[in-house]
Protein backbone atom coordinates (compact mmCIF):
# COMPACT_ATOMS: atom_id res chain seq x y z
CA UNK A 1 0.00 0.00 0.00
CA UNK A 2 3.31 1.76 -0.79
CA UNK A 3 3.72 5.35 1.20
CA UNK A 4 -0.06 5.52 2.56
CA UNK A 5 -1.52 5.51 5.79
CA UNK A 6 -4.83 5.08 7.13
CA UNK A 7 -5.89 5.24 10.76
CA UNK A 8 -7.74 3.73 12.22
CA UNK A 9 -8.71 0.48 10.25
CA UNK A 10 -11.80 -0.30 11.96
CA UNK A 11 -14.04 2.88 13.12
CA UNK A 12 -17.10 2.31 14.86
CA UNK A 13 -19.48 5.17 15.80
CA UNK A 14 -23.18 6.11 16.61
CA UNK A 15 -25.64 7.98 14.09
CA UNK A 16 -25.77 11.60 14.61
CA UNK A 17 -21.37 12.11 15.66
CA UNK A 18 -19.27 13.09 12.81
CA UNK A 19 -16.16 11.19 12.55
CA UNK A 20 -12.99 12.29 10.61
CA UNK A 21 -10.71 9.43 8.94
CA UNK A 22 -6.96 9.85 8.67
CA UNK A 23 -4.91 10.27 5.63
CA UNK A 24 -1.52 10.69 5.50
CA UNK A 25 1.91 10.06 2.32
CA UNK A 26 5.46 10.57 2.25
CA UNK A 27 5.42 10.11 -1.19
CA UNK A 28 5.43 13.87 -2.43
CA UNK A 29 2.21 13.49 -4.06
CA UNK A 30 0.65 16.60 -5.28
CA UNK A 31 -2.87 15.39 -5.77
CA UNK A 32 -4.97 13.23 -3.35
CA UNK A 33 -8.33 11.61 -3.62
CA UNK A 34 -10.99 9.93 -1.09
CA UNK A 35 -13.33 7.11 -2.49
CA UNK A 36 -16.07 5.55 -1.01
CA UNK A 37 -16.73 1.39 -1.94
CA UNK A 38 -19.69 -0.16 -1.56
CA UNK A 39 -20.61 -3.91 -2.40
CA UNK A 40 -20.88 -4.18 -6.12
CA UNK A 41 -20.28 -0.74 -6.61
CA UNK A 42 -17.08 -0.20 -7.02
CA UNK A 43 -15.08 2.74 -6.37
CA UNK A 44 -16.92 6.42 -5.95
CA UNK A 45 -15.11 9.83 -5.67
CA UNK A 46 -15.97 11.92 -3.08
CA UNK A 47 -13.49 14.81 -2.65
CA UNK A 48 -9.15 15.47 -4.42
CA UNK A 49 -7.16 18.13 -4.29
CA UNK A 50 -4.23 18.88 -6.36
CA UNK A 51 -2.59 21.04 -4.21
CA UNK A 52 -2.46 22.67 -0.65
CA UNK A 53 -5.32 24.39 0.28
CA UNK A 54 -7.46 23.49 -2.39
CA UNK A 55 -10.37 20.71 -2.85
CA UNK A 56 -12.69 19.91 -5.02
CA UNK A 57 -15.75 18.27 -4.44
CA UNK A 58 -15.90 14.56 -6.44
CA UNK A 59 -19.56 12.67 -7.31
CA UNK A 60 -20.70 11.95 -3.49
CA UNK A 61 -19.28 14.78 -1.93
CA UNK A 62 -22.93 15.36 -0.21
CA UNK A 63 -22.36 14.65 3.74
CA UNK A 64 -18.38 14.69 3.68
CA UNK A 65 -15.78 17.73 4.30
CA UNK A 66 -12.27 17.53 4.11
CA UNK A 67 -9.13 19.88 4.43
CA UNK A 68 -6.14 19.93 2.52
CA UNK A 69 -3.44 21.88 5.02
CA UNK A 70 -0.29 20.21 4.66
CA UNK A 71 0.89 18.17 1.58
CA UNK A 72 1.13 15.13 3.56
CA UNK A 73 -2.58 15.05 4.58
CA UNK A 74 -5.69 14.82 3.29
CA UNK A 75 -7.88 14.48 6.81
CA UNK A 76 -12.24 13.45 5.56
CA UNK A 77 -14.73 14.07 7.75
CA UNK A 78 -17.83 12.12 7.70
CA UNK A 79 -20.73 14.40 9.05
CA UNK A 80 -24.39 13.33 10.78
CA UNK A 81 -25.66 14.83 7.44
CA UNK A 82 -24.19 11.60 5.37
CA UNK A 83 -27.29 9.69 5.47
CA UNK A 84 -25.15 6.24 4.86
CA UNK A 85 -21.78 6.09 6.07
CA UNK A 86 -21.31 2.98 6.63
CA UNK A 87 -18.72 1.80 4.10
CA UNK A 88 -15.08 1.25 3.35
CA UNK A 89 -12.99 4.38 2.43
CA UNK A 90 -9.97 4.29 0.67
CA UNK A 91 -7.93 7.71 0.63
CA UNK A 92 -5.13 7.96 -2.25
CA UNK A 93 -2.93 10.28 -3.83
CA UNK A 94 -0.74 10.89 -7.55
CA UNK A 95 1.69 13.03 -8.83
CA UNK A 96 -0.14 15.84 -10.58
CA UNK A 97 -0.16 16.39 -14.20
CA UNK A 98 -1.09 14.92 -16.90
CA UNK A 99 0.96 11.38 -17.88
CA UNK A 100 -1.55 9.27 -17.15
CA UNK A 101 0.51 8.70 -13.40
CA UNK A 102 -1.54 6.22 -11.81
CA UNK A 103 -3.15 6.61 -7.91
CA UNK A 104 -1.81 4.97 -4.82
CA UNK A 105 -4.19 3.68 -2.33
CA UNK A 106 -3.48 3.54 1.36
CA UNK A 107 -5.11 0.57 2.92
CA UNK A 108 -8.63 1.63 3.54
CA UNK A 109 -10.53 2.10 6.79
CA UNK A 110 -13.97 0.16 7.04
CA UNK A 111 -16.46 2.79 9.44
CA UNK A 112 -19.58 1.27 10.80
CA UNK A 113 -22.53 3.30 12.31
CA UNK A 114 -24.96 2.44 14.29
CA UNK B 1 -18.44 12.03 -19.79
CA UNK B 2 -16.23 8.92 -19.12
CA UNK B 3 -17.05 5.52 -17.91
CA UNK B 4 -15.98 1.96 -17.58
CA UNK B 5 -18.21 -1.14 -17.79
CA UNK B 6 -16.80 -4.77 -16.51
CA UNK B 7 -19.70 -6.98 -17.84
CA UNK B 8 -19.34 -10.19 -15.08
CA UNK B 9 -19.00 -10.14 -11.46
CA UNK B 10 -17.38 -13.05 -11.15
CA UNK B 11 -15.13 -15.44 -13.01
CA UNK B 12 -13.89 -18.64 -12.45
CA UNK B 13 -11.27 -20.12 -13.90
CA UNK B 14 -9.03 -23.59 -12.61
CA UNK B 15 -5.29 -23.05 -11.64
CA UNK B 16 -3.07 -23.33 -14.90
CA UNK B 17 -5.66 -21.59 -16.79
CA UNK B 18 -5.94 -18.45 -19.09
CA UNK B 19 -7.68 -16.11 -16.99
CA UNK B 20 -9.10 -12.87 -18.93
CA UNK B 21 -11.52 -10.18 -17.23
CA UNK B 22 -12.81 -8.04 -19.65
CA UNK B 23 -13.01 -3.73 -19.50
CA UNK B 24 -15.00 -1.52 -22.14
CA UNK B 25 -15.08 2.32 -21.79
CA UNK B 26 -15.97 5.09 -22.79
CA UNK B 27 -14.34 8.57 -23.18
CA UNK B 28 -14.85 12.07 -25.19
CA UNK B 29 -11.02 11.38 -26.25
CA UNK B 30 -7.87 9.85 -25.63
CA UNK B 31 -8.35 7.56 -22.85
CA UNK B 32 -5.65 6.54 -19.98
CA UNK B 33 -6.41 2.95 -19.05
CA UNK B 34 -5.60 1.43 -15.86
CA UNK B 35 -5.78 -2.13 -13.97
CA UNK B 36 -6.29 -2.68 -9.86
CA UNK B 37 -6.23 -5.68 -7.89
CA UNK B 38 -7.86 -5.67 -4.36
CA UNK B 39 -7.55 -8.11 -1.98
CA UNK B 40 -9.96 -8.97 0.87
CA UNK B 41 -9.99 -5.41 3.17
CA UNK B 42 -6.51 -4.25 1.55
CA UNK B 43 -6.36 -1.00 -0.58
CA UNK B 44 -5.81 -1.24 -4.35
CA UNK B 45 -2.96 -2.23 -5.79
CA UNK B 46 -1.73 -1.19 -9.12
CA UNK B 47 -1.38 -3.39 -11.76
CA UNK B 48 -0.69 -1.43 -15.65
CA UNK B 49 -2.10 1.00 -17.74
CA UNK B 50 -2.23 2.06 -20.81
CA UNK B 51 -0.90 6.15 -21.97
CA UNK B 52 0.32 5.59 -25.75
CA UNK B 53 2.02 2.71 -28.32
CA UNK B 54 2.48 -0.50 -28.23
CA UNK B 55 -1.53 -1.80 -27.41
CA UNK B 56 -0.05 -4.83 -25.68
CA UNK B 57 1.06 -3.44 -21.80
CA UNK B 58 2.80 -5.91 -19.79
CA UNK B 59 2.58 -5.36 -15.85
CA UNK B 60 3.10 -7.13 -12.47
CA UNK B 61 2.48 -10.63 -11.66
CA UNK B 62 2.00 -11.76 -14.86
CA UNK B 63 -0.23 -9.60 -15.87
CA UNK B 64 -0.96 -8.10 -19.50
CA UNK B 65 -3.84 -6.25 -20.92
CA UNK B 66 -4.40 -5.39 -24.67
CA UNK B 67 -6.16 -1.88 -25.67
CA UNK B 68 -8.45 -2.11 -28.74
CA UNK B 69 -9.49 1.76 -29.78
CA UNK B 70 -12.12 0.39 -31.99
CA UNK B 71 -13.38 -1.96 -29.71
CA UNK B 72 -13.02 0.63 -27.07
CA UNK B 73 -11.78 -2.46 -25.02
CA UNK B 74 -8.72 -3.00 -22.06
CA UNK B 75 -9.42 -6.38 -21.11
CA UNK B 76 -6.86 -7.74 -18.46
CA UNK B 77 -4.99 -10.82 -18.94
CA UNK B 78 -2.90 -13.67 -17.63
CA UNK B 79 -2.03 -17.24 -19.34
CA UNK B 80 -1.73 -18.66 -16.70
CA UNK B 81 -4.05 -18.39 -13.34
CA UNK B 82 -2.31 -18.84 -9.70
CA UNK B 83 -5.03 -19.97 -6.85
CA UNK B 84 -3.54 -16.39 -5.26
CA UNK B 85 -4.65 -14.47 -8.27
CA UNK B 86 -7.80 -14.62 -6.45
CA UNK B 87 -9.14 -11.59 -6.04
CA UNK B 88 -11.18 -8.43 -6.72
CA UNK B 89 -10.24 -6.40 -9.66
CA UNK B 90 -10.85 -2.73 -11.07
CA UNK B 91 -10.54 -1.46 -14.61
CA UNK B 92 -10.44 2.63 -14.41
CA UNK B 93 -10.31 5.11 -17.03
CA UNK B 94 -9.69 9.10 -17.40
CA UNK B 95 -9.33 10.91 -20.43
CA UNK B 96 -6.01 12.27 -21.41
CA UNK B 97 -5.85 16.33 -20.99
CA UNK B 98 -3.16 18.99 -22.02
CA UNK B 99 -4.52 21.02 -19.02
CA UNK B 100 -2.56 20.55 -16.01
CA UNK B 101 -5.74 21.62 -13.72
CA UNK B 102 -7.82 18.99 -15.20
CA UNK B 103 -6.26 16.84 -12.35
CA UNK B 104 -6.13 13.01 -12.84
CA UNK B 105 -10.19 11.78 -11.68
CA UNK B 106 -10.01 8.65 -12.33
CA UNK B 107 -13.40 6.64 -13.39
CA UNK B 108 -13.99 3.09 -11.87
CA UNK B 109 -15.91 0.09 -12.98
CA UNK B 110 -17.87 -2.06 -10.63
CA UNK B 111 -15.20 -4.57 -9.94
CA UNK B 112 -14.81 -8.61 -11.14
CA UNK B 113 -14.37 -10.83 -8.46
CA UNK B 114 -11.56 -13.23 -9.78
CA UNK B 115 -12.36 -17.13 -8.52
CA UNK B 116 -9.04 -19.53 -9.30
CA UNK B 117 -9.83 -23.12 -8.18
CA UNK B 118 -7.12 -25.31 -6.84
Known amino acids: DGGITQSPKYLFRKEGQNVTLSCEQN?????MYWYRQDPGQGLRLIYY???????QKGDIAEGYSVSREKKESFPLTVTSAQKNPTAFYLC?????????????FGPGTRLTVT | AQSVAQPEDQVNVAEGNPLTVKCTYS??????LFWYVQYPNRGLQFLLK??????LVKGSYGFEAEFNKSQTSFHLKKPSALVSDSALYFC????????????????FGGGTRVLVKP
Open chain 1, 92 to 104: ASSIRGDRGYEQY
Open chain 1, 27 to 31: LNHDA
Open chain 1, 49 to 55: SQIVNDF
Open chain 2, 27 to 32: VSGNPY
Open chain 2, 50 to 55: YITGDN
Open chain 2, 92 to 107: AVRVASMIKAAGNKLT
